[in-house]
């Protein structure tokens, strides 16, 4: 789904978007003409590899996203620890956005419960 900046509303406006197994919900409203706000929910599940064993497993998701989402570059006033995605070409898509999310999920460091327990030895060669 995308949508144009300037279309965005002032009310929040609910979403919902799907990708894989995983979904995003939400509501997203402009805070001001560069600056819209993204309450969500991130549902679903997704694969992901244990950094130490190298084995792919799935785990759930269920996180509160709040983002801040800009036209263009971001020039902040305050000292505020909001999260701010920059949008190229004053089009939002949200199709990016939770692309974006799940990438960044998969690529965190991750340690499967086998391998937490101390199940795993690792081997060197």
Do not use: W
């Not at 244990?50 to 799935?58: A, I, L, P, Q, V």
């Not at 990016?96 to 199940?119: A, V």
């Amino acid at each position: 789904m995308k949508i144009e900046f300037k279309k965005v509303p002032t009310t929040p406006k609910e979403f919902i978007n799907e990708f894989s197994s995983v979904k995003i919900e939400g509501t997203f409203c402009k805070m001001s003409p560069s600056l819209v706000k993204i309450e969500a929910k991130l549902i679903g599940e997704i694969p992901i590899v244990c950094s130490r064993c190298g084995e792919e497993h799935s785990i759930s998701l269920n996180d509160e996203l709040n983002f801040l989402l800009s036209d263009g570059i971001y020039k902040s006033n305050s000292d505020s620890d909001e999260l701010v995605i920059e949008v190229e070409e004053s089009l939002i898509d949200f199709d990016e956005i939770l692309e974006s999310e799940i990438s960044s999920i998969q690529s965190d460091y991750y340690i499967c419960q086998k391998c937490e327990d101390g199940d795993f030895v690792e081997k060197e060669y």
